[in-house]
C-alpha cells in the first residue's frame, strides 16, 4: 500500500510512536524500492500521548531509530502535555532541530490559545516556533479548520494538516445497518468510536448521510470520494491525511483528486 500510495503521487507519510503498537517502521519502504532520494518524501512523526517516553528527545530519538531515518521532516507534539510547561516544550522541540533530527515542528490536538502561547514564547526567547496544526477535519468537524486556525495562519502563518475526513469510516456508509465484525469500532480499544457512532449526535449524522448520497450520485463518485475532495477543496487545508486497510480503499480514495478538480466549486 505504500508502494502503491507513491506510485500514484502521495510523497507525505504520517507516522506515530503508537502506530502499530510502536514499530512505525512501514514508511521508509518507498525510498528502498524507487531507491528515490530522501528529499523527495515528507515524513512527519508524533510523539507524546500514549507512547512510551515522556521526554520529547528520547521519543524522537526513539521514533528514528524505528523509522531506520536520520532525519524527519516534521515532529508533532500530540496533544500538549498538561504538567509540563509550554515553553519547555518549544525549547526542547527547538533543540530536537538544532541536532538535526527534524526541520520543523508542530502541534496535534492544540488549541489555539495553547499555539498561540507556543508561537510567543518561541519569539520571546529566540526559538523555533511550530509550523502547523494536525487537526480532526469532516463533514460533521469544522470549526476549528474554518474559523480557528485561519486566525492563526493569518497571524503567525500556522499551516492546517487534517485528518480523519471520513469521521473514522462514518461518513463511508459502512455503519449504517450497524457495526460489522471487522471494523474498527468492534476492536478493542476503538470502544469510543462505537459509542460515537451510537450516540444521538451519531444517529443525526447518520440522517445526513442520506443527502450526501444524493450529492455523491450527481457528481458520479462514491460518499468516501466525495467527502475526501470537500476537505481537499478548502484553501485552508495544507495536506489531507488518508488512511486505508487495503489496496482496494486506498484507490477509491486518491480518486478522490479527480473528483475534486473536476467538481471544483460543486464541492463546497
Known amino acids: 500500500m505504500t508502494t502503491l500510495a507513491y506510485e500514484s503521487g502521495i510523497n507525505l507519510f504520517d507516522t506515530s510512536e503508537v502506530y502499530n503498537c510502536g514499530s512505525n517502521i512501514f514508511v521508509f519502504l518507498p525510498m528502498h524500492v524507487f531507491n528515490c532520494r530522501r528529499s523527495s518524501l515528507v515524513i512527519t512523526t508524533k510523539i507524546f500521548w500514549g507512547g512510551k517516553y515522556v521526554h520529547i528527545f528520547l521519543s ?31 525549547r526542547a522541540m527547538t533543540y530536537v532541530i538544532n541536532r538535526g533530527m527534524a526541520l520543523y515542528w508542530g502541534t496535534s490536538r492544540w488549541n489555539s490559545m495553547e499555539i498561540m502561547e507556543a508561537y510567543s514564547v518561541a519569539r520571546q526567547f529566540n526559538q523555533i516556533p511550530p509550523i502547523c496544526e494536525q487537526a480532526e477535519y469532516h463533514m460533521f468537524q469544522r470549526e476549528k479548520v474554518e474559523v480557528q486556525l485561519p486566525q492563526l ?42 459509542e460515537k457512532i451510537m450516540s444521538e449526535e ?11 448520497e444524493t450529492l455523491a450520485q450527481r457528481l458520479q463518485c462514491t460518499l468516501p470520494q ?20 487495503r489496496p482496494a480503499q486506498l484507490v477509491e480514495n486518491i480518486r478522490a483528486i479527480q473528483v475534486s478538480v473536476h467538481t471544483g466549486s460543486k464541492c463546497n
Request: with cysteine; charged share 20%.
Open 60 to 90: 524522537s530519538t526513539a521514533s528514528l531509530g524505528r523509522l531506520q531515518l536520520e532525519y524527519v521532516d516534521v515532529v508533532f507534539a500530540n496533544r500538549p502535555d498538561p504538567y509540563t510547561p509550554i515553553e519547555e516544550t518549544v
Open 153 to 194: 495562519y493569518h497571524k503567525i502563518g500556522i499551516g492546517a494538516m487534517t485528518w480523519s475526513p471520513l469521521a473514522c469510516g462514518l461518513i463511508s456508509g459502512k455503519y449504517r445497518s450497524g457495526i460489522p465484525p471487522s471494523a474498527r469500532a468492534s476492536l478493542k480499544g476503538y470502544e469510543w468510536i462505537k
Open 202 to 212: 451519531g444517529h443525526r449524522e447518520q440522517l445526513k448521510l442520506q443527502e450526501l
Open 226 to 245: 466525495l467527502a475526501i475532495a470537500w476537505c481537499l477543496r478548502n484553501d485552508k487545508v495544507n495536506s489531507v491525511l488518508l488512511g486505508a486497510s
